[in-house]
């Protein structure tokens, strides 16, 4: 077997699997090297999450060969957006009437399955599955690599796509910021009476919050968001328990609400690395950027790491420099934390507010959200952010997200 490529990815989860199609793209060479078996990748399994993917991330998993394998009827688009505060009536609302949708949903399942079925026969990428990174040696001119079956693999570029938890960027010597929310997600999907329209509910409750994403029918995810012990309740509760409670703290929008899915639950932990690179070194998907999925951008994010890393490495080959120079990865770390420490920082900011049940809190959420409703640059940012569609389309001129972004810190603080 061949011990040299170009780069070598640890992790072929669904960044790691999207990032080697993109230097695929770029004639390169790339091992993918994953602790889980080929079956396992082939066949993933059901794990709950049903992501909201932006046109972005559409349009790029359409140029990796990707969308082609997403069965259609998996698909479903959010044409219309709204978010609550507790029961009140009043709600902060984005709708598509410019675009035919918001956001497009598909299950992870699917995306891991078109993903590796892109990948699998494309000549420049290698998978050696049931194998783990033992020791990475990252040097002037190459990266060494020892894997647990005994292997040494020499890449020009080593990158982490293990997970928000990831071992190798530990191996890399490089710190992230952690921020344990103290609050456990349940995400499961259900069926219902009525039609949703393709209206995507957020609903921030006292105690607890809900959110609402259109499938396919009259079936929708339903994602609920509460502390360690109660998550830990309503994973044990019968499913008439749960259809009854959720209909209840749905205000029976969709009239009564029937589970239709296995329950998952995951513990909410936001993770931003300290530094995105190190020598011949990079982190790419949850590893560099773990997301509260309260925004849904956690793999839409994933894809704009793999999108930047790449440009930077073409800029480079285009002039016959080195794929892996200080220079290559520092744009892209820059390029990469402008893309994405905003709305890092916003979200954990509106998910502090937002699950903060005082007094004055409850005040400044409900302040925030009508004037979010009323501020026609923070909807136009919104709608920019998952459209890609530049606001000043429509005579509006977009603010930076920084600007937003501190904004809303200022509102919410
Ligand atoms: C409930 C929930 C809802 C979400 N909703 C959205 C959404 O709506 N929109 C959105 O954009 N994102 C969403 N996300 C985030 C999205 O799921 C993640 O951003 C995405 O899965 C990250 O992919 P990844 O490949 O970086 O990591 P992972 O999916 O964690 O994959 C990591 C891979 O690395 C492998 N691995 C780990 N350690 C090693 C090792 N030491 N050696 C070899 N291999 C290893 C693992 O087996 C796995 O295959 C959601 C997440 C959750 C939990």
């Not at 390169?28 to 079956?39: F, H, V």
């Not at 502390?227 to 499913?239: C, G, N, V």
């Not at 995951?266 to 011949?280: E, N, T």
């Not at 640059?377 to 937003?404: F, Q």
Request: aromatic fraction near 6%.
């Amino acid at each position: 077997m061949q011990n040299s490529y170009d780069v070598a990815i640890v992790g072929a989860g669904p960044a790691g699997l999207c990032f080697a199609r993109t230097l695929s793209g770029l004639g390169l060479s790339t091992l993918l090297i994953e602790k889980q078996s080929r079956t396992a990748i082939e066949n993933p399994a059901i794990d709950g999450r049903d992501i909201a993917l932006t046109h972005f991330s559409r349009k790029m998993l359409d140029a990796l060969g990707m969308w082609e394998y997403l069965p259609p009827e998996a698909i479903s688009t959010i044409r219309e957006a709204k978010v609550f505060d507790g029961t009140s009536p009043r709600y902060m609302g984005l709708s598509s009437s410019e675009t035919d949708h918001l956001a497009f949903i598909v299950s992870n399942h699917h995306i891991r399955a078109a993903a590796y079925a892109a990948v699998k026969d494309d000549a420049n990428i290698t998978l050696m599955d049931n194998v783990s990174l033992e020791q990475m040696e990252l040097k002037d001119y190459v990266t060494e690599l020892r894997l647990s079956k005994g292997q040494t693999i020499h890449a020009k570029l080593a990158t982490a796509a293990d997970s928000r938890f990831s071992e190798t960027r530990r191996k890399a010597g490089i710190s992230a910021s952690m921020h344990d929310f103290g609050k456990s997600m349940i995400v499961c999907q259900m069926e219902h009476d009525l039609s949703h329209e393709g209206v995507a509910h957020e609903c921030f409750h006292h105690g607890h919050t809900l959110a609402v994403l259109p499938l396919n029918g009259k079936r929708s995810s339903v994602i609920i968001t509460l502390a360690p012990a109660e998550a830990e309740r309503m994973m044990k509760i019968s499913a008439l328990e749960l259809n009854a409670w959720v209909a209840e703290q749905f205000q029976y929008r969709l009239g009564n609400m029937r589970l239709d899915s296995e329950r998952f639950a995951y513990p909410l932990v936001g993770v931003y690395a300290d530094r995105f690179v190190a020598q011949r070194f990079a982190l790419v998907g949850d590893a560099a950027v773990g997301m509260h999925p309260v925004t849904a951008h956690g793999f839409n994010f994933s894809l704009k790491s793999a999108h930047a890393l790449c440009e930077s490495i073409r800029a480079a080959m285009n002039t016959g420099s080195d794929i892996a120079s200080a220079a290559v990865l520092a744009r892209y770390e820059r390029e990469h934390k402008q893309a994405t420490k905003p709305l890092y920082l916003a979200t954990s900011g509106i998910v502090r507010l937002y699950t903060n049940d005082s007094m004055p809190a409850k005040i400044a959420r409900r302040v925030l959200l009508r004037a979010a409703d009323r501020m026609l640059p923070i909807k136009s940012m919104m709608m920019a952010k998952l459209t890609e569609k530049e606001s000043r389309d429509r005579g509006l001129s977009i603010p930076t997200p920084i600007s937003v972004a501190r904004h809303l810190l200022k509102v919410a603080a």
